[in-house]
């Protein structure tokens, strides 16, 4: 018999009491009596089944949400509620993982190889490969018959076909990324010899212009309003401060700034890691300001978990944030300062407008954004418009 925070645990589990308490609160719980509790009830059903610790299966728990949704419980347990108790001791190796989910189909085991290859040769990242994969789906599921994946018989009018379907329900950005992510495996088929000829050159591309609009970023008081609508006084206003701040100055994506650690940051040489595209790792200067804000939140505002990213939510259990989390963020930040909602991605756009009317060359804008092309980075020369002045000719006849 254990009793921690004053919960009385008996039954089998009583050896990993003191354990999941310390690991709860790692992982930033404020309150664990009520994790406790259902670690008590747990164990004490056990003991009633004459079950052992090491047989709390995937089986036995739905066992043992079914038996109390059938006793109508005034407070039924859940499959999600017990996910921490259940994490903890998988951890440890007293219960048993979750089977993993065998893929037998043809089509399931060729999205597998391309998953592989898209990450080990090509280096993708995470986000890419899972809409790349998704792309792979959608198209190589018509390829599916009763006796198999007739891959081999694909030919250019089958592509024509898919991407005329597909795009008249997308908007321009979502049929680039179709079309970007049908060449890439169409481009995997012809690599591993499953289709006879390279049918990725008849992929028709999206008619959308390019370079046909101006970046649309912030304006220098709409940044400040962004950042003032964060509550210093708080643990959350410092973590959003800090992120709108390194998005603001730095330029970063929503996926680079959640995959920052604490490692990154490199007090003594002034300098930032960023993680970006393709798996590259780049050194950035940590502006004053930049700096500034993480301090704030890394004194003041980052719970004491064992997680190494920077970023982490507020909630228990207290992880690294995704990119999306890092959206929502500035969505918003932009609700309470009576901004219309935008993307992280407009504050990138803050980024290099600012440096472009700093004087900087569009060679340090490309590299300051890491930007793979210096045709990529173009686009902010027409926010320049002190240097495009110097370009314009003359109306003839005179102005109109």
Not at 55 to 66: H, K, Q
């Amino acid at each position: 018999m254990s009793d921690a925070c004053g919960v009385r645990v008996t039954g089998p589990l009583v050896p990993y009491v003191d354990g999941f308490r310390q690991e709860l609160t790692r992982q930033g719980y404020r309150w664990t009596a009520g994790q406790l509790r259902l670690m008590a009830h747990v164990s004490r059903w056990l003991a009633g089944q004459g079950l052992a610790a090491g047989e709390l299966t995937s089986a036995r728990v739905e066992e043992l949400v079914g038996s109390r949704r059938v006793e109508e419980c005034a407070h039924p347990l859940s499959q999600r509620a017990l996910m921490p108790l259940l994490a903890y001791l998988r951890s440890v190796g007293v219960v048993p993982a979750p089977a993993a989910v065998v893929t037998t189909t043809p089509l399931d085991l060729l999205l597998e190889d391309y998953r592989h290859f898209l990450v080990g040769e090509r280096g993708l990242a995470a986000g890419t490969v899972i809409q790349y994969v998704r792309v792979a789906r959608l198209f190589l599921s018509k390829c599916e018959q009763p006796d198999g994946l007739e891959v081999e018989r694909l030919v250019a009018g089958d592509v024509t076909a898919f991407v005329v379907s597909e795009c008249r329900r997308r908007g321009a950005q979502s049929a680039k990324g179709l079309v970007a992510g049908l060449r890439s495996v169409l481009r995997f088929l012809y690599a591993r010899g499953l289709t006879a000829r390279q049918l990725a050159p008849a992929v028709p591309a999206v008619a959308a212009w390019g370079g046909g609009s101006l970046p649309r970023a912030l304006s220098p008081d709409q940044v400040v309003r962004l950042s003032a609508s964060c509550d210093p006084s708080t643990a959350t206003g410092r973590r959003d401060l800090a992120i709108l701040t390194v998005l603001a100055r730095l330029g970063l994506r929503a996926g680079e700034v959640a995959a920052l650690e604490l490692d990154d940051v490199d007090w003594r040489r002034g300098e930032i890691m960023i993680r970006g595209k393709g798996n590259r790792r780049e050194a950035l200067p940590l502006p004053v300001d930049v700096g500034e804000a993480l301090v704030d939140y890394l004194r003041d505002g980052r719970p004491a978990v064992g997680c190494r990213s920077l970023f982490v939510g507020v909630r228990a259990p207290i992880g690294k944030l995704s990119p999306t989390a890092v959206g929502k963020i500035v969505r918003r930040s932009c609700e309470r300062a009576g901004l219309p909602p935008v993307g992280s991605h407009r504050l990138r756009h803050c980024a290099a407008t600012a440096m472009m009317r700093g004087g900087a060359s569009l060679g340090e804008v490309g590299q300051v954004l890491r930007h793979s092309a210096l045709a990529t980075t173009a686009i902010y020369a027409k926010v320049d418009r002190v240097a495009l002045q110097t370009l314009a000719q003359p109306w003839p006849g005179g102005a109109a």
